[in-house]
């Protein structure tokens, strides 16, 4: 299944891609949907129907208790930003308020000229663990979406601490759909991600390729932490990213940047004067 948050006249509503519809499946948000046991048979229901030509995605899940997202975890990316493959995953916290719809303007920040795009697979949860083994976590995964971990260097690199380059407000595209494993060949997919803008591939890689894949990461962070129905994993960015360019390059207004993997769909946003 591909599911959905999209915006109505009458609020958000979750929905599932049916052909070129989008079916009502009776709750607000994939959030509420997922927080149910048994969503999975909720989200077969029927409802009234949207057109898909011209929908107002919101955040896959617009409020989730948590955005937990991992650095270095694509072999190519850490060898270009010149260090070691780590032992264990390096993580850092997003918030709800980063979140955009996949195709809402991303407004760049005025204290900012370092605007940098990251392409991530996006793990999320559809199943309370804490602690969880290896089928615990795989049973957790709900699916998979796409993120763009929208990042501020100048701010990032300030400290040796990144949240404040992560978590600016309204920034970070998620969506479009959340897509289930069984359509993208199960809990660790080997799909094809890439970044796009303004029509040059700037990164494109493998999912394969993660050094921490997403079972494993929901083993780890759960280890740490309750993750709760509708908590999004964010499972890191392969090379290709602008601060690593020489010379670098960064997002600038009236850019288009489209990050996408196969199977899942794409966020395409363009770049705006904030």
């Not at 009502?24 to 959030?31: F, K």
């Not at 780590?86 to 809402?104: C, M, Q, R, V, Y």
């Amino acid at each position: 299944m591909k599911l959905a948050t999209l915006r109505t006249a009458d609020g958000t509503r979750a929905v599932r891609l049916d052909g070129d519809t989008l079916v009502d499946l009776g709750y607000a948000d994939l959030g509420e949907l997922f927080a149910q046991d048994d969503w999975q048979g909720r989200a077969a229901a029927s409802g009234t129907a949207y057109p898909v030509e011209g929908a107002d995605f919101a955040p896959v899940v617009p409020n989730p208790s948590k955005i937990v997202c991992v650095g270095h975890n694509y072999t190519n990316h850490i060898k270009e930003m010149g260090r070691d493959l780590p032992s264990h995953p390096t993580l850092f916290p997003k918030f709800a308020e980063t979140l955009i719809g996949a195709n809402d303007d991303i407004a760049k920040p005025a204290e900012t000229d370092t605007l940098d795009w990251e392409v991530e697979l996006a793990v999320v949860i559809g199943k309370q663990v804490r602690r969880a083994d290896e089928r615990q976590a795989a049973d957790a995964i709900a699916g998979f979406t796409v993120m763009n971990d929208i990042s501020l260097r100048d701010w990032q690199f300030r400290t040796i601490e990144w949240t404040q380059g992560k978590i600016w407000e309204a920034t970070t595209p998620l969506g479009p759909y959340v897509v289930t494993p069984d359509e993208v060949g199960g809990v660790r997919p080997a799909l094809r991600v890439r970044t796009v803008v303004d029509g040059e591939v700037v990164q494109q890689d493998d999912t394969g390729t993660l050094l921490f894949d997403p079972v494993f990461l929901v083993r780890y962070i759960s280890t740490v932490i309750t993750l709760k129905p509708g908590d999004v994993i964010a499972t890191g960015t392969p090379a290709g990213v602008g601060n690593a360019r020489d010379p670098k390059v960064f997002l600038l207004p009236g850019q288009t940047v489209v990050t996408e993997i196969a199977g899942l769909g794409a966020c395409s946003n363009e770049v705006v004067e904030g």
